[in-house]
């Protein structure tokens, strides 16, 4: 199966309206959540494609880890509102499990919540084969270092430093799951 058009035909059920969205790990753990004044897909796309996303353009994000999308759509909103919304959501997910991106900060009221779409930008097979730690755990950690490198070799600020302490929590979240998994048996010439 060919992801790139799989992922393409997907994100057109997304919808364009304005508004605020998150990107979904494998495991519907939102990493990073953002707005957009010009169409959530179109901004979306951007980010899978790397083209003018500077969450892929500093290493914070991985594509490889985002099979969601979720979206709340805000047609005819005014730009504080979404602002409000997706400054909620960010700190709601940020305390459940670390987002990359600068953190912003919580509305003193929470806002009302446009109903959620969600769309899966993966088949499910292939998010079950990206879940297996043999995968996934070097994945992570070629991210971390990635980032590290971006930190010493181009900038550092505390957004991608930020970014790097969420990072090293998935990547002990995902050597745990390799260290608790059932050993593998070297196969031997007999």
Request: with cysteine; charged share 25%.
């Amino acid at each position: 199966m060919n992801l790139q058009k799989y992922r393409h035909a997907q994100l057109s059920e997304l919808t364009n309206d304005i508004g605020v969205y998150a990107l979904c790990d494998l495991d519907q753990v939102p990493i990073y959540v953002g707005q957009s004044v010009d169409g959530i897909r179109a901004r979306v796309r951007r980010h899978l494609t790397s083209a003018r996303s500077d969450v892929i353009a500093n290493r914070q994000l991985d594509v490889w880890e985002v099979a969601f999308v979720w979206a709340w759509p805000m047609p005819n909103a005014q730009k504080e509102r979404i602002t409000r919304v997706e400054f909620h959501l960010a700190n709601e997910f940020h305390r459940m499990k670390p987002l990359m991106g600068t953190i912003p900060p919580r509305p003193i009221l929470p806002p009302r919540l446009p109903r959620k779409q969600e769309v899966r930008v993966l088949p499910l097979e292939e998010i079950e084969k990206r879940k297996d730690s043999l995968l996934r755990l070097p994945r992570q950690a070629m991210q971390f270092n990635n980032l590290f490198s971006h930190i010493l070799e181009v900038k550092d600020n505390q957004v991608l430093r930020a970014a790097l302490n969420a990072h090293f929590d998935r990547l002990q979240t995902y050597y745990r799951t390799f260290m608790d998994a059932p050993q593998q048996s070297p196969e031997t010439d007999s």
